[in-house]
């Protein structure tokens, strides 16, 4: 017990991994960094879905996982390794608001997959669902979706040769796979 509590003692500094970046900090200033992450959890009270549907309570998780894993992937675009400023996290995260017409809403999401409102979804369909919301959004020029199930050659489905008039890292950045 008293190696944990050294552990999470807030003024050590300590090495930390989170979301593929390494930090050597303190507990108190990886909270902060925590903070910026986007949470997009279980909601009621949304305009309905398919009539009467006001929760997603019960088959909404893959769904928010994906909204999650969307607006991370946003935030570090418009960021470019930087912190957001307060308008542009806004920006971002409005577009996930539950409203019908947010492009990233969990209504278009049940739209996208043209699956009956409060179907569970598999990863992999959340995942094609971003892919195909994300194509239709105006965000062609910035993010690319892609689904892989399997093993694969990046180089052969052209994500990255597609990038050829541009660096690495820009073409790095634009490309969100899931495997």
Known sequence: MDSLMSWLREDVVKDYSLLGHQYTTTLNSLVDVIAQIPHLTYRKGFPPIGGDVSSDSGWGCTYRAAQMALAEALQRIHGHGQALSAPVRQHILAMFFDEPKRPYSIHKMVQATRRPVGTWLTPAQ??????????????????????????????????????????????????????
Request: charged share 20%; hydrophobic share 45%; glycine share 10%.
């Open 126 to 179: 959340a995942a094609h669902t971003l892919g195909e919301l994300t194509a239709h959004r105006g965000l062609g020029a910035e993010l690319r979706v892609r689904v892989i199930t399997g093993l694969f050659d990046p180089w052969d489905l052209g994500i990255l040769t597609r990038c050829s008039n541009e660096s690495f890292e820009r073409c790095h950045r634009m490309v969100f796979v899931f495997i």
